[in-house]
Each structure stands twice: as C-alpha cells, then as structure tokens.
C-alpha cells in the first residue's frame, strides 16, 4: 500500500503501539489491514434485504458459507436468487456445514442451482476415515459479492431469525458487517482455502481482487480453523488491555475458566465489564450451562445481562470506545478451539461508538441479573415464549459439567453450589456403570472391542488414503532437470558426473499465520508495523466523545 492511501494516524507512531500492533498480530494471527468501509448491519431482515440486492447485481462470482441453509421461505428464496445469477453465467459456489444443515435442507433443495450451473459443497460429512471429524464444524457465514463486496454475520439462512408474528415471536437479535476494501481479498483467499480443501481449487479467475481504497477503517480478519485458538487469544488479549469498558454479547456463552477469570481481573481492576446473553435460548441445555456460570462473574464485579427478546444470537465485542469484534464466534471451546469461524476486528473510534450505542439500547430489552442471599434472581421476567432448539451447538452442552468433574477430581478449586448440583447424577451414572460391568461384563466387552476394533480400520484407512494422496502429489511434481556437465580443464566435476538440479516448488510462508495473504500485503503489515501511528494504541483510557445515554447503576 502505497504512503499516500495510508490513513493519516499510521505514518508514525511511539514504540508502544508498534509492540501492541505487534502484540495483536501475534495473537490473532492476522494483519491489520486499512483502506476499508465498514456498515453496521441489525439483524435479519436487513441482512436479508441487502443480500437480495447485492447477489442479484453480481456480475462475476458469488462464494456463499454458511451453518444453518434451511428449506424455508428465506432459504429458498436466496437459493432462487443465487440460481438466477449461475443461469446468468455467474459463478456461484456455496459451502454447506453437513451437521448445521442436517434435515433442513436436501438435494431436491440445491437441484435449481446445481442445474443452473452453481456448485455445492458441503463441510465434513461423516467418513469411516475419521469417525470424530464431525466435531469440527463449519459455522461461518460469510458472502462474497464479485470479489468486491462482503458480509461477515451471525445470521443463517433461515426465518426463525425474522420470528413468528402469528405466534407473537420477535426476531431474534443479530449483528453483522458489510464490508468494500482491500480486506474483500483476504476473505476470498480465506474462503478459497476452505473451498480448496473439499474439492477442486477455485479457477485463478475467481481469485482475482482489485483492493481498493474505500474508506479509512483498519480491521483484521480472524479466519479460525480448529485447534488454532486466535480468536481466543485475541478475546484474552482485550480482556488484558481493557481500562474502561469492556462490553460483550454472546448467544452461547459457556467460557473457559482462563477467559473467565481474564474478565474477572478486569472487573476486578476497575474496568465496567457486561456480558449481554439470551434469557429465553434456542438450546435450552446450554442456557442453563451459561446461567451456571453466572456467580463466579457476578462475584467478581461483572454485570450480567439477559436479553427479554425472542433469542439474542449476536457475536460482538466492544472495548474503550476504539475496539470492536464482530462475528460468527460464540464465547465458548467450540468456537474457540473446535470450529471454522470468521471474525472481524475494527480497530476505529466510530465505528466502536456505533457498537457501544447499539449495546446501551440492547440493555434497554434487557433484565440484569443480580446476587441475592446466596442466590441468583432477575429483577424481572421475560414473558416471551421459549423456542425449541435448532442444530447449533450439540457438543456444547457437557463442557462446563466436565469441567466441573475435573475440578473435584484435581481439587483445583472449591465448586459452587450450582455446579455441584449435577454432580449425584454423574456419579450415581458412573457407579451403576460399574455395577453393570461387574455382573454382565459382555454388556460393555463387545461394545468396546467393536469400537476398538472400528478406530484400529478407521486409522487403516486413514494411513492408506494419505499414502494414495501422496503418491499422487508425487506423480504431479515437476520432473528433476538433469544437467551433464561436460568435462573441461579446472573443472570441480569429475568425468561422467552429472549435476541434479531438482525444481524446486514455490512455498508459501505467511509471516502472520493468516489464510492466503498476499506478499503485497504482508509487506504493508510490516509498514504499519515499522512505523505505527500517533496515538498510542496501549492507551486506551481514552475514551473517545461521550456516548448517549448511560444506564444508572
């Protein structure tokens, strides 16, 4: 990026903003990118109205990822929408979770687009090969619009997110972006990495990106894929640096105890943190896991919040008036560790003032939550039906009762009186366990020795598709060059030796750990890195203007 498109507070910068420019690099593992426009999106029906008008002014390529594709009005809708543009000779590809999208959506569904010329793939279906693999999930939502234009959410595609007026059910909160810059290239190399890893690669066409300066908001994509974890050192990170606000909403929180006791510390050192959470949830069993959760915060000075709407599925984070997150990552180890997520992080004043006036008229339908004689109690009750679940976060559901199990098997701390409560059906579980395996031991043998058997041929399998996949590579290489050096007086070779000079493959390394940057890129990274900007970044007790309205409290 050239000096001139350079916002003005990034041609230099003290020493502590360029380690804490640093600082957030490492973390995230991804580069601060500027020369962007970023537009605030509430909820569904504005997502939906502007996703109908951009994928119906595409020109060139639609790249589509989402977790919940159902077979409803929205759903078919959009797949319509996106059928009209292949039939057009738009390029249309989307990416399907397998779990996300199991009994909602179908190939009778896909059928128009597929037949239009548009391609489906869908994220780790079970194989024999990896029997856990559906663990790991899919669960960004992400659209690419020309390779000029993308949205980064937490709506799916689906009408719960717009409720039910005939069934008195409002629209479930949500927040997305819309993004133009260059950072549109670095979300079409992350969606071509995970595109490339379910199939043939996308055409170099499709790859192409013009990064052009639209606005002056600096942001880094975190494009997590399991067991990465940047997200989560991020989110710490911010905790750490935190002096005066600190201000969360999340549909799913089930945080692990270094993330919780991150927050504590910062409540505890005088910084107003809030935790936004749904009152009536979609997966009830994870509800009643976060509420669990709720005395270690309450304790430590955190105010918790619980919003009286139909489902409050925001993903979004705002810190001292100069730091936002925006995404598809819940505050829980599925997102942290398990899943594919995408994530945006603004690093821009307004655009943080517009987060922290959203967040004060979000606790406006909000019931804070408060400690009383050793007990939990709302100050006062939701009155909106609760919902059945969708297929969001099975696995979530056991992780804060393990970590409760844990915890009395290491004696690591003493438990609360809640999450001791679930502790006599785990152990009476357990002990009848052992009463079965002493009377009948074939009950547990033969299960056992098939599930043994079972992973021993899933490994097998394994080994020998890997083996295939490299042979194959091997049969794609380039041909060693063989030079014969011809003998001459002086020469270092001797006579009949020949030179092998093997072609060497291009690697790619990328200095940051982000999916796909280009060298362009990274060499505008190190820039910002090397010269930073004026205001510091590691002060952020500066605020900025005064924003609105303040709850008393």
Same mark, same amino acid.
Request: aromatic share 6%; charged share 25%; net charge neutral.
């Given at each position: 990026?050239?000096?001139?498109?350079?916002?003005?507070?990034?041609?230099?910068?003290?020493?502590?903003?360029?380690?804490?420019?640093?600082?957030?690099?490492?973390?995230?593992?991804?580069?601060?990118?500027?020369?962007?426009?970023?537009?605030?999106?509430?909820?569904?029906?504005?997502?939906?109205?502007?996703?109908?008008?951009?994928?119906?002014?595409?020109?060139?390529?639609?790249?589509?990822?989402?977790?919940?594709?159902?077979?409803?009005?929205?759903?078919?809708?959009?797949?319509?929408?996106?059928?009209?543009?292949?039939?057009?000779?738009?390029?249309?590809?989307?990416?399907?979770?397998?779990?996300?999208?199991?009994?909602?959506?179908?190939?009778?569904?896909?059928?128009?687009?597929?037949?239009?010329?548009?391609?489906v793939?869908?994220?780790?279906?079970?194989?024999?090969?990896?029997?856990?693999?559906?663990?790991?999930?899919?669960?960004?939502?992400?659209?690419?619009?020309?390779?000029?234009?993308?949205?980064?959410?937490?709506?799916?595609?689906?009408?719960?997110?717009?409720?039910?007026p005939?069934?008195?059910?409002?629209?479930?909160?949500?927040?997305?972006?819309?993004?133009?810059?260059?950072?549109?290239?670095?979300?079409?190399?992350?969606?071509?990495?995970?595109?490339?890893?379910?199939?043939?690669?996308?055409?170099?066409?499709?790859?192409?990106?013009?990064?052009?300066?639209?606005?002056?908001?600096?942001?880094?994509?975190?494009?997590?894929?399991?067991?990465?974890?940047?997200l989560?050192?991020?989110?710490?990170?911010?905790?750490?640096?935190?002096?005066?606000?600190?201000?969360?909403?999340?549909?799913?929180?089930?945080g692990?105890?270094?993330?919780?006791?991150?927050?504590?510390?910062?409540?505890?050192?005088g910084?107003?943190?809030?935790?936004?959470?749904?009152?009536?949830?979609?997966?009830?069993?994870?509800?009643?896991?976060?509420?669990?959760?709720?005395?270690?915060?309450?304790?430590?000075?955190?105010?918790?919040?619980?919003?009286?709407g139909?489902?409050?599925?925001?993903?979004?984070?705002?810190?001292?008036?100069?730091?936002?997150?925006?995404g598809?990552?819940?505050?829980?180890?599925?997102?942290?560790?398990?899943?594919?997520?995408?994530?945006?992080?603004?690093?821009?004043?307004?655009?943080?003032?517009?987060?922290?006036?959203?967040?004060?008229?979000?606790?406006?339908?909000?019931?804070?939550?408060?400690?009383?004689?050793?007990?939990?109690?709302?100050?006062?009750?939701?009155? +909106? #039906? %609760?919902? *059945? &679940? /969708?297929?969001? =976060?099975?696995?979530?559901?056991? @992780?804060?009762? $393990?970590?409760? !199990?844990?915890?009395?098997?290491?004696?690591?701390?003493?438990?609360?009186?809640?999450?001791?409560?679930?502790?006599?059906?785990?152990?009476?579980?357990?002990?009848?366990?052992?009463?079965?395996?002493?009377?009948?031991?074939?009950?547990?043998?033969?299960?056992?020795?098939?599930?043994?058997?079972?992973?021993?041929?899933?490994?097998?399998?394994?080994?020998?598709?890997?083996?295939?996949?490299?042979?194959?590579?091997?049969?794609?290489?380039?041909?060693e060059?063989?030079?014969? +050096? #011809? %003998?001459? *007086? &002086? /020469?270092?070779? =001797?006579?009949?030796e020949?030179? @092998?000079e093997? $072609?060497?493959? !291009?690697?790619?390394?990328?200095?940051?750990?982000?999916?796909?940057?280009?060298t362009?890129?990274?060499?505008?990274?190190?820039?910002?890195?090397?010269?930073?900007?004026?205001?510091?970044?590691?002060?952020?007790?500066?605020?900025?203007?005064?924003?609105?309205?303040?709850?008393?409290?």
């Amino acid at each position: 990026m050239s000096e001139s498109s350079r916002p003005p507070h990034a041609a230099n910068g003290s020493p502590w903003r360029r380690m804490a420019e640093q600082a957030f690099s490492r973390a995230a593992g991804a580069p601060l990118i500027a020369g962007n426009r970023v537009d605030l999106l509430i909820d569904a029906a504005m997502h939906f109205e502007a996703w109908g008008r951009d994928i119906a002014a595409a020109r060139r390529s639609i790249f589509l990822e989402n977790y919940i594709i159902r077979d409803d009005e929205v759903g078919r809708r959009v797949r319509d929408a996106l059928a009209n543009r292949a039939a057009a000779g738009v390029a249309v590809c989307v990416v399907r979770d397998w779990l996300g999208c199991l009994g909602l959506d179908g190939k009778r569904f896909w059928q128009p687009l597929l037949d239009a010329g548009g391609e489906v793939r869908s994220y780790n279906p079970p194989r024999f090969s990896s029997p856990l693999g559906w663990i790991s999930r899919d669960h960004r939502k992400l659209l690419i619009i020309d390779n000029d234009l993308a949205c980064i959410t937490g709506v799916c595609l689906s009408q719960k997110w717009l409720g039910n007026p005939a069934k008195k059910i409002p629209p479930w909160r949500d927040t997305g972006v819309s993004l133009r810059g260059p950072v549109v290239a670095e979300l079409v190399h992350v969606f071509a990495e995970l595109w490339a890893q379910l199939g043939a690669p996308l055409r170099g066409e499709l790859l192409q990106t013009s990064a052009v300066i639209a606005g002056d908001t600096e942001v880094r994509v975190i494009a997590t894929q399991p067991s990465t974890a940047g997200l989560f050192r991020l989110d710490q990170l911010i905790a750490a640096m935190a002096r005066e606000r600190l201000w969360l909403s999340d549909a799913y929180f089930v945080g692990l105890a270094p993330y919780v006791q991150a927050l504590a510390s910062a409540a505890r050192d005088g910084v107003d943190v809030r935790l936004l959470v749904p009152g009536t949830s979609d997966i009830p069993a994870v509800a009643r896991l976060s509420q669990a959760g709720y005395r270690p915060l309450l304790e430590a000075g955190i105010r918790v919040f619980e919003w009286k709407g139909s489902m409050m599925h925001a993903k979004t984070a705002v810190a001292d008036s100069r730091w936002a997150r925006v995404g598809s990552s819940n505050l829980n180890i599925s997102s942290w560790l398990g899943n594919c997520e995408i994530d945006l992080a603004i690093e821009d004043r307004d655009f943080a003032a517009q987060m922290e006036r959203q967040f004060l008229i979000d606790l406006d339908n909000a019931t804070e939550i408060v400690l009383k004689k050793r007990k939990v109690h709302k100050s006062a009750k939701s009155d +909106v #039906p %609760r919902q *059945s &679940g /969708s297929s969001s =976060r099975a696995a979530a559901g056991v @992780i804060r009762l $393990a970590h409760s !199990v844990g915890t009395v098997l290491s004696n690591q701390r003493v438990l609360g009186r809640t999450e001791a409560g679930s502790l006599p059906w785990v152990a009476l579980s357990l002990l009848a366990l052992a009463f079965v395996s002493l009377r009948w031991p074939w009950v547990l043998a033969w299960p056992i020795s098939i599930l043994i058997g079972l992973l021993g041929l899933s490994l097998l399998t394994g080994y020998v598709q890997t083996r295939r996949r490299d042979r194959a590579a091997s049969r794609k290489d380039e041909p060693e060059k063989i030079v014969e +050096v #011809p %003998r001459t *007086s &002086g /020469s270092e070779h =001797r006579a009949g030796e020949i030179e @092998i000079e093997a $072609a060497q493959p !291009v690697a790619h390394h990328d200095a940051v750990g982000i999916v796909g940057a280009t060298t362009q890129q990274l060499a505008d990274v190190a820039h910002v890195v090397d010269t930073g900007r004026d205001d510091d970044l590691a002060e952020t007790a500066h605020a900025g203007e005064a924003i609105g309205h303040r709850r008393p409290g």
